[in-house]
Antibody, heavy 123, light 113 residues
Framework: QVQLQESGPGLVKPSQTLSLTCTVS??????????WTWIRQTAGRGLEWIGR???????NYNPSLESRVTISLDPSKNQFSLMLSSVTAADTAVYYC???????????????WGQGTLVAVSS | DIVMTQSPDSLAVSLGERATINCKSS????????????LAWYQQRPGQPPKLLIY???TRESGVPDRFSGSGSGTDFTLTISSLQAEDVAVYYC?????????FGQGTKVEIK
């Protein structure tokens, strides 16, 4: 059974770069037709899709964040990562990693999700 | 972006009674070439991440109790819990995967009356 676990700093200073890693167990990140995805949740904005990376390395990002986001894969560690630059208080959220399931090779739903990690942006 | 709007924002239902949650998309999420609606439903219990319940608007994920059902097409969708159980207390979200960026509804909180 595949499981995902987020890790990274819980506090980031304004203007710095938020970096999170998702470790995948029970499945190879290099196999299967999946999209490895980051989603965040706030009380004000709800659930917001950040972006995704396919095993081929192809990425797609939310246009609202695209200028600040990078998602990458590390198959040797069975991990994928999120970097969000120039953060502000508005980036304070619970960040989830998730596996995107697709049967039509582009469109996907999410299953499973990691437990989530709270990242606060504050000086 | 496709805007997903759920109603109501919250509802309280007696144990064993039916709960109905609506989700409306700002544009159709029906792909005519394969007749699939690109819509999923999730359950988020307190302190937990969202859990997939339904995809293709009406296909129940493996292991999801059959009291959960999804219906609708085009822009209007419904999640029904036929007989509410205590463990169904949660926030429920719809999500469209028709066009990027994928977007979610604001959530509907289900409580016990």
């Amino acid at each position: 059974q595949v499981q995902l676990q987020e890790s990274g700093p819980g506090l980031v200073k304004p203007s710095q770069t938020l970096s999170l890693t998702c470790t995948v167990s029970g499945d190879s990140i290099s196999g299967g037709n999946y999209y490895w995805t980051w989603i965040r949740q706030t009380a004000g904005r709800g659930l917001e899709w950040i972006g995704r990376i396919k095993t081929s390395g192809t990425t797609n990002y939310n246009p609202s964040l695209e200028s600040r986001v990078t998602i990458s894969l590390d198959p040797s560690k069975n991990q994928f990562s999120l970097m969000l630059s120039s953060v502000t208080a508005a980036d304070t959220a619970v960040y989830y990693c998730a596996r995107g399931i697709t049967v039509v090779d582009f469109n996907n739903w999410f299953d499973p999700w990691g437990q989530g990690t709270l990242v606060a942006v504050s000086s | 972006d496709i805007v997903m709007t759920q109603s109501p924002d919250s509802l309280a239902v007696s144990l064993g009674e039916r709960a109905t949650i609506n989700c409306k998309s700002s544009q159709s999420v029906l792909y005519y070439s394969n007749n699939h609606n690109y819509l999923a439903w999730y359950q988020q219990r307190p302190g937990q991440p969202p859990k997939l319940l339904i995809y293709w608007a009406s296909t129940r994920e493996s292991g999801v109790p059959d009291r959960f059902s999804g219906s609708g097409s085009g822009t209007d969708f419904t999640l029904t819990i036929s007989s509410l159980q205590a463990e169904d207390v949660a926030v429920y979200y719809c999500q469209q995967y028709y066009t990027l960026p994928w977007t979610f509804g604001q959530g509907t909180k289900v409580e016990i009356k």
